[in-house]
């Protein structure tokens, strides 16, 4: 397949810099485009063409755009925290929403013919129990995700008007570090699970709460289908690939591996992993948790070649906890600089 430069936008975050990584391991050319909101420029290999911005400034995007000759975007950049987006709704539907439409305008203007989207799986909302199938409806339950549903919408119009396909790809719960531990979670005041109980584990955090104890499920703790950040970014390879290869086609697809755990079984894992327990601390539940996320994955293992290649949930705890040991350290190296 010819391969062509790739502007990789939110690159510097948690999924896209590992986007990045998954991308240049196939011998795809990429170039990075983001302002720096949650990311980190040190995310970014030294030898990746970086663009500090926003999505929405259409002068500087342009630019990028003809400057690289640019053949697909992978637009990561966003808002991604569910709370803030109750209290904050506006901030969602701008920098969610409303960017991501200024992008959408500028890839069609560019004439790019090939266009990736971060979706999520809380566009399901309120889901029953059972794998959840693209063709499920979707009621999103909050502005976090109505932000990602309007945004799919968008981009579904804008290609049927233009000649670029896209692929909208619903992310279930996004977990584990790059196994080389060259990127990985590295913001701070996260929410997710894993990332909160192995800061407790590394005396960062207290304790980890569990959040409910009463939902229908088989322990009473919400089940979620967590999936390594490395099998999500190689999906999104995958995904380029097959739009690539057939223009004509758009694509909806989830990624994750069919597998629930409950929150207490995560936490047996991390204290196997960690080789000691976790304190833990009962608490009712979260607002706007469901008790069961679960992806009917078929339609991504019938399109495209992605299998999962880390699908164990002891080794994405690991992989976190040898990239949160290694962020640690790299925390402790830039305090010990600024104080000298
Ligand atoms: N982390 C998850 O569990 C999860 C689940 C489903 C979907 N997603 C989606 O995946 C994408 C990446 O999430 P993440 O976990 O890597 O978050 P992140 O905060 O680590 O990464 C987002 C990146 O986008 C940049 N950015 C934000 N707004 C920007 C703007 N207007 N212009 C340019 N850059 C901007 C930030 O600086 C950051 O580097 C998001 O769109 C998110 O909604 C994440
Ligand atoms: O400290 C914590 C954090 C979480 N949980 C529980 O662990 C499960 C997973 O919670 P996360 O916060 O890790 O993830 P969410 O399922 O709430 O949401 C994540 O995955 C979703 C898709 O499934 C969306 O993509 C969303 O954006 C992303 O944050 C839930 O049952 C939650 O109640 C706890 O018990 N204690």
Redesign the pocket.
């Known amino acids: 397949m010819t391969q062509f430069p790739v502007l990789v936008t939110g690159g510097a975050g948690y999924i896209g810099s590992h986007a990045v990584l998954a991308l240049r391991d196939r011998g795809w050319p990429v170039v990075v485009l983001d302002d720096l909101s949650t990311g980190f420029r040190w995310a970014v290999p030294d030898d990746v063409p970086f663009h500090h911005g926003d999505v929405a400034d259409g002068d500087l995007v342009k630019r990028i755009l003809a400057e690289h000759d640019i053949g697909a975007i992978m637009h990561f950049a966003g808002s991604?925290i569910?709370p803030e987006s109750v209290e904050n709704p506006l901030k969602y539907y701008d920098n969610n929403t409303g960017k991501s439409r200024a992008m959408i305008q500028s890839a069609v203007e560019a004439g790019v013919p090939h266009f990736i989207f971060s979706s999520?799986?809380?566009v399901y909302g309120e889901a029953e129990a059972k794998p959840l199938s693209e063709d499920d409806p979707i009621q999103p339950f909050n502005p976090?995700a109505m932000s990602k549903a309007m945004t799919e919408r968008v981009l579904a119009d804008m290609a049927k008007a233009h000649p670029m396909n896209y692929c909208v790809l619903r992310?279930?719960?996004v977990a584990g570090a790059d196994p080389q531990a060259r990127s990985g979670q590295s913001g701070v005041g996260s929410?997710?699970?894993?990332k909160?109980a192995l800061e407790a584990a590394l005396g960062k955090r207290s304790e980890?709460?569990?959040?409910?104890l009463d939902y229908p499920t088989r322990d009473g703790?919400?089940i979620?289908?967590y999936i390594h950040v490395s099998d999500l970014a190689a999906a999104h390879v995958h995904a380029l690939e097959a739009l690539a290869a057939q223009p004509e086609r758009n694509l909806t697809m989830n990624v994750g591996y069919a597998k629930g755990f409950s929150?207490l079984e995560v936490l047996d894992a991390v204290d196997r992993v960690v080789g000691k327990p976790v304190p833990r601390r009962m608490e009712g539940r979260?607002a706007g948790?469901v008790p069961a996320?679960l992806a009917d994955n078929t339609r991504l293992l019938a399109t495209t070649p992605w299998q999962p290649e880390h699908d164990d949930l002891e080794q994405i705890i690991a992989d976190a906890l040898r990239w949160e040991t290694k962020l640690q350290a790299m925390r402790e190296d830039e305090k010990a600089r600024e104080n000298a």
């Open positions: 991604i569910v999520t799986a809380s976090y992310y279930f719960n929410t997710h699970l894993i909160v980890v709460a569990v959040f409910g703790t919400g979620r289908d929150v979260r948790d996320l």
